[in-house]
């Protein structure tokens, strides 16, 4: 455990509100200073969850208020175990406590603490050379390919056709920037907290409510995708089972849809009631290679018939096939304004993989942010290429026949659009308990929050994230008998300060201890906290075998409650009467629906556009925009407005 040194260097005054982090508790906001005379004896702070204490100023981590034009003057760290100046004015104006200084002393200022730290600090759930931190930097940025791309691809051509070829391709492209900046935004977010999923982001920017209706959201978001995921099943399967079963073809096309469906959901729905779906983790590499052999195959017969007219199969409303011919003319831009609207959700939603980018963090060997940052890029980069060259091929071969699934648009007796649709099938279907996990998860944590269900006892193990987005607290432990205690009855730790690392001498008014080895996952969640300057990497950082080990600056465990509840599971009583409901209302609900688009454009409009801009910004706004420089919070600002115009003629299209 760390301990703090006087700074030499004069700060300013600290201040009721000012942003705190205390040794073995982790971040507070500064109520007032207890007075001993002219020196300040005693620091009284808040804590997240709202209870309060008394700290000794050395073992306080003041940071400054965001001031450009201060923090451009000051040589030091921007953050002072004590914030005092030397001189004698700044002494007598110390001597007046804090809780008079800029508020009313009559009252308690209305100062609520944040979970987040001083901006000299980084925080991470896991620490930062933690043995199960295995995920290398090729392995992460796979992983979030796989999570993008899916069967959501066979709906690109149709939006490309609607919006025009220039449009089509400047509305991928401003999603791709668009979901690059707030992947970054999360991780932001995350290191500034501690905390490792999109809920518990949510809750340390806004509170409980924000939590609640971020799990509402992924709920939502999840249960849809079901219901896409059927549609999309059934497109693909009943030409397959047609081939495979003649006598289908005597009933009619809506007969027929049923029947495939319901079957497709017959088999899938054992794994679904499984509580761990650990045999599936490979499934990332399935979905990808499916994904690629499609493209191809449609980049195949779109070069085919590039310049030429040809016959294709247009699906029509009541499900029956016809055969049209298709000119070589191409637009440029819509034909239809109204119609292009009404597809561009479809763009936005192709790119969400925000609550999966957080466990990704979590997972990824030494996480320093210049890796982390190489890992969205190329994912973004990646992702962006297989939807443009899908997007453009599938147009140019259908025009403006383009279905909302472009293998729709393909005989059912061409062989490789055939192996095409299987291989597609078979990954969906696989992938399918993999999205109803984290949906039945969601759907628990709001029973369960609600008082509607009990939890089971959580079994003391270390707790596995899913490739499907299931968002969940590691747990680990601690030889520190001291660590074990409540937050609550925990003092600050009084160990006298370890031999720093040699090679690099610590900020000024630091001093770090050298890296406990890792611990083996037990009982509490904890935090790891470390300087900024040890973790940012890029250029200029040391590099090689003796750069893993990281120096920790503190550990502490967080004092939230909504921290520890990663661990809560369903009964299995629970869980099969949840998945059941699950699995029979999507199912329904897809046996309704007329186009694959229509699913799209509800996931796109509502929290696709929430998920993925909207409050990856408003979290950043107000966790990191308070030490952020003002053009960055601006542009926050301006993304949540843009996207918020945007989603009120898109939902309404």
Known sequence: MATLERSVTPQRKPLPGDQLHVIGHGP????????????????KVRYPDGTQDSVAPDQALICEKKDR????????SGCDSQGLGQDRSERNDRAEPLMQRGVSGSSQPPLSASPRGPRQLEYLGRAFDDERRSIATPSATFSLVATMVGGGVLSLPFAMSQCGLVLGTGCLMLSAVGSAWTLSMLVDCARATGRDSFELVGHAAYGEFSRKGTIALVFIICWLTKIAYFVLLTDLMVPVAELCVPALQSLTPAAVRRVVV???????????????LSSLRFMCFA?????????????LRAIENFGIGHQIQVQMPNHTNRVVEVSPSYNLWPADWAKALYVFPTFGVSFLCHFNALPTHQELARPTRSRMRRVILVTLTLTSLIYLFVSVCGYLFAGCYTCGNVLLNFSSDDSLITVARAALSLVLMLNFPLICQPCRNALFRLLNGAGCLKAAEPPHQESQQDSSGSFSMEIVATSDPQLAL???????SREPPREPREPREPAVGLTRSRTPPASPPQAQA???????????????????PDTNAVQVFDTFLPKEEAMQQGALEPTKLQRIVMTTLLLGTSLLVSCVMRSIMVVWAVIGSTVSFLIAFILPAMFWYKVVGPTARPWRRHMALALVAFCT?????????
């Open 28 to 43: 507070a906001v500064l109520l007032e200073a207890v007075l001993s005379g002219s020196d300040i004896a005693a620091y």
């Open 262 to 276: 319901c079957v497709a959901a017959v088999l899938l729905s054992p794994m679904c009631f499984k509580s761990s």
């Open 69 to 76: 034009s201060a923090s451009r003057m000051s040589q030091g």
């Open 526 to 544: 904890q935090v790891h906290v470390y300087l900024r300057q040890d973790t940012r990497g890029g250029r200029g950082q040391p590099s090689g």
């Open 486 to 492: 409540s937050p609550e009855s925990r003092e600050p």
């Open 645 to 653: 115009v945007c989603l009120g003629p898109a939902a309404t299209a």
């Open 287 to 299: 979905s990808v290679g499916s994904v690629i052999v499609v493209g191809c195959v449609v980049g």
